[in-house]
């Protein structure tokens, strides 16, 4: 996993040697601010030579100027280059949300998902900058102030240096819970911004059923889980830091003593022992501050890990090798023998389904819930994969040709429209990014929504707020058929695309709808038996079978399943 978290480091290479390059620079400032002050003890004071220390006082003052600009780099490009690979990563985890197919939406909460592209990544950024300025910083200043000090004393500089290492590892060797500890925080942290989309995105319903106390109580039981999580986490932490504090105290004490015991010895001046105190404390201020951020490393080296099980979610539903556009489609479709089920089990929804659309004819699927109607039509444009069979499209096979191709030539007017934050000629615009204006309004034309949209004060500029608030239900269906004529498809598929909206308003759709089936192939999923009267053919599902086929009058001669149904949606109406 190491090498793949280096791989985002590549594209930035330059601003990587900038930053690290300043985190030399002012690493080695602090490295000489000892020498100065041990040759201003040991020779300067004596012989009382104060124009030499203005000098040197004067160079410091210099080394520090430049000593706060370094900082500042390594601050400013520092985060930016965090931040760049924050961005890139981001940019990846969005382009593979794009390409998994809808199982894994059905099986991944949003909230969950969210959080991995947010937080998740903000904490790994962080990792990816902090963490190497830190091991450079620490790394050079350890292996200089070693060179340096030996210089004044070999034995107990390495003793000390041993002395000092053994407490690092028994830092990190403390710390080895904290990466379970966080790992189960950024769970935790997952679960709690899913809940709080949830409730925040229907927070309409919650009022409705005045549901506010169950709601406040249902978030007070996670938020009590997100403490504990905390609690785990830091308490890992606290134990980490408390041998931290007491290590580096250690460090000192017997720095102070070795220093005393070879002043009295003689092999020390005052001044040497000056700078051997100082360098030790330069050195363990670095390695106290690399400890204290290992929090930050836990945080994002969990945040890595849940981007990295992202990324490796396969793929289950791609071009295949040798896959081909579907060109020129005029729209017979054909379901030979097609079996289904979904979820890791694949329980069987679809049992050998076989049907056969003519180019040009409407097919309505009719029959209970759960009999397999909107299945079919979300295998149709691969949104999920069939078990066995097959799926033709003007005799080519839906697995043999690519993805886009075969999804831009079908149209899908679904029940529950999806309407996005924006204006409302953006949203139109989506089923044709690069429609010109002309375009957007001969398309809403077309819906019979033009007029509305122009007696807004702002016209196809009209924000429509998040989900489309502002809009009726019958707006926003108008808006998604506007988005099929800017496509033009030649295969529609309509999946109860009135069943939400009041009789009067279906009727006003069901004109636009028959305008938008006008010479396409359309698969029609009916809610409603009287919205197909007019259809070439009507099959009745039951259980993921074919129970019947044929026209609306043909079916009512029958005593079926289809007479049934359309008797008791009589009944209903009533």
Same mark, same amino acid.
């Given at each position: 996993m190491l090498k793949e978290f280096i791989k985002y480091y590549k594209p930035h290479k330059k601003r990587m040697i900038v930053v690290l390059t300043m985190v030399v620079l002012f690493s080695l400032v602090e490295l000489s601010i000892p020498i100065f002050t041990r040759t201003i003890l040991n020779d300067l004071i004596p012989t009382k030579d104060l124009a030499t220390i203005l000098k040197i006082t004067g160079l410091l003052v210099v080394l520090l100027v430049f000593y706060a600009v370094f900082h500042y780099m390594v601050g400013y490009h520092g985060h930016m280059w965090g931040i760049s690979i924050e961005k890139d990563m981001r940019l990846k985890a969005f382009e593979k949300l794009q390409m998994l197919s809808f199982d894994y939406y059905d099986n991944n909460k949003t909230g969950i998902i969210m959080t991995r592209l947010t937080s998740d990544l903000h904490q790994v950024a962080e990792l990816a900058h902090h963490g190497i300025e830190e091991v450079v910083s620490v790394s050079l200043m350890l292996i200089l102030g070693y060179i340096y000090l030996i210089q004044l004393n070999f034995l107990v500089t390495t003793l000390l240096f041993i002395l000092f290492l053994i407490s690092m590892s028994a830092l990190l060797f403390s710390r080895r819970n904290m990466i379970s500890g966080f790992r189960r925080l950024r769970k935790e942290h997952a679960q709690i911004n899913s809940r709080l989309e949830g409730s925040i995105s229907g927070?309409?319903?919650?009022?409705? #059923?005045?549901?506010? =106390? #169950? /709601? $406040? /109580?249902? #978030?007070? +039981? =996670?938020?009590?889980?997100?403490?504990? &999580?905390?609690?785990?986490?830091?308490? &890992? @932490?606290?134990?980490?830091? &408390?041998?931290? +504090?007491?290590? $580096?105290?250690?460090?000192?004490?017997?720095? @102070?003593? &070795?220093?005393? #015991? @070879?002043v009295i010895n003689g092999d020390f001046t005052s001044g040497d022992m000056f700078a051997y105190f100082i360098?030790?404390?330069? @050195?363990?201020?670095?390695?106290?501050k690399l400890m204290t951020m290992l929090e930050t490393f836990q945080q994002g080296w969990a945040g890595f890990e849940r981007f990295q099980e992202l990324m490796h979610e396969p793929i289950r539903i791609k071009d295949s090798k040798n896959a081909y556009p579907l060109d020129s489609v005029k729209g017979d479709i054909r379901f030979e023998d097609v079996s289904f089920g979904y979820g890791k089990d694949k329980n069987t929804v679809l049992n050998k389904f076989t049907l056969d659309i003519k180019q040009g004819e409407l097919?309505?699927?009719?029959?209970p819930s759960g009999a397999g109607k909107t299945t079919v039509a979300q295998l149709l444009p691969r949104f999920y994969d069939i078990k066995s069979g097959s799926i033709y499209i003007d005799d080519h096979d839906i697995q043999d040709v690519t993805l886009n191709s075969l999804r831009h030539n079908i149209g899908y007017v679904q029940q529950d429209v999806t309407i996005f934050w924006g204006t409302i000629e953006d949203n139109i615009a989506y089923g044709k990014p690069s429609a010109n204006r002309k375009e957007i309004i001969e398309a809403a034309k077309r819906a019979k929504i033009h007029d509305f949209i122009e007696s807004l004060p702002n016209g196809y500029n009209t924000m429509v707020g998040e989900r489309g608030v502002?809009?009726?239900?019958? +707006?926003? +269906?108008?808006?998604s058929i506007a988005r099929i004529f800017l496509r033009d498809p030649q295969i529609l598929i309509l999946d109860e695309a009135t069943s939400a909206l009041d009789n009067i308003t279906e009727a006003e759709i069901q004109e636009s709808i028959e305008l938008l089936t006008e010479g396409r192939t359309v698969l029609a999923i009916a809610h409603r038996l009287s919205t197909i009267h007019h259809a070439n053919k009507i099959v009745v599902m039951g259980e993921g079978e074919i129970l019947q086929v044929g026209r609306h009058e043909e079916l009512l001669n029958e005593n079926g399943h289809y007479k049934e149904l359309y008797e008791a949606s009589k009944k209903t109406l009533t």
């Open positions: 927070i309409r319903l919650t009022r409705a #059923f005045t549901n506010e =106390d #169950f /709601e $406040v /109580e249902k #978030f007070r +039981q =996670d938020n009590e889980i997100y403490i504990d &999580a905390y609690k785990n986490a830091y308490h &890992a @932490l606290g134990s980490a830091n &408390a041998m931290n +504090q007491f290590f $580096v105290q250690f460090i000192n004490v017997s720095v @102070l003593l &070795a220093g005393a #015991f @070879l360098y030790f404390s330069m @050195l363990v201020g670095p390695v106290r097919v309505a699927l009719v029959g502002m809009l009726s239900g019958g +707006q926003k +269906q108008r808006i």
